[in-house]
Nanobody
Framework: QMQLVNSGGGLVQAGGSLRLSCVAS????????VGWSRQATGKGRETVAP????????NYVDSVKGRFTVSRDNAKNAVYLQLNSLKPEDTAVYSC?????????WGQGTQVTVSS
């Protein structure tokens, strides 16, 4: 059973940056379509940045385009999310995932809080 461990969240001022990491154990991320989602308090989960098996094939929700960058390193069995120019509305629990809807693995989530 593959496990995903998230890290890198924290409290940052608006305009700041964070780098989130997701490291897998018990399986190879290279076999999976992976990405990041987030869930703010009182809101539904939102897919933020998926990335396919080809690390050049990325996508972003409109609200983070130009500010967030998703990447994967199959040699390190990891996926990353660089968050720049953070805004208070980016405050949420961020989780990585691997797989396809209905057949996914999830990280435990890491809190990102952006103060104004």
């Amino acid at each position: 059973q593959m496990q995903l461990v998230n890290s890198g969240g924290g409290l940052v001022q608006a305009g700041g940056s964070l780098r989130l990491s997701c490291v897998a154990s018990g399986g190879s991320l290279s076999r999976y379509f992976v990405g990041w989602s987030r869930q703010a308090t009182g809101k539904g989960r939102e897919t933020v940045a998926p990335i396919s098996w080809d690390p050049r094939d990325t996508n972003y929700v409109d609200s983070v385009k130009g500010r967030f960058t998703v990447s994967r390193d199959n040699a390190k069995n990891a996926v990353y999310l660089q968050l720049n120019s953070l805004k208070p509305e980016d405050t949420a629990v961020y989780s990585c995932y691997a797989g396809t809807p209905g057949n996914e693995y999830w990280g435990q989530g890491t809190q990102v809080t952006v103060s104004s």
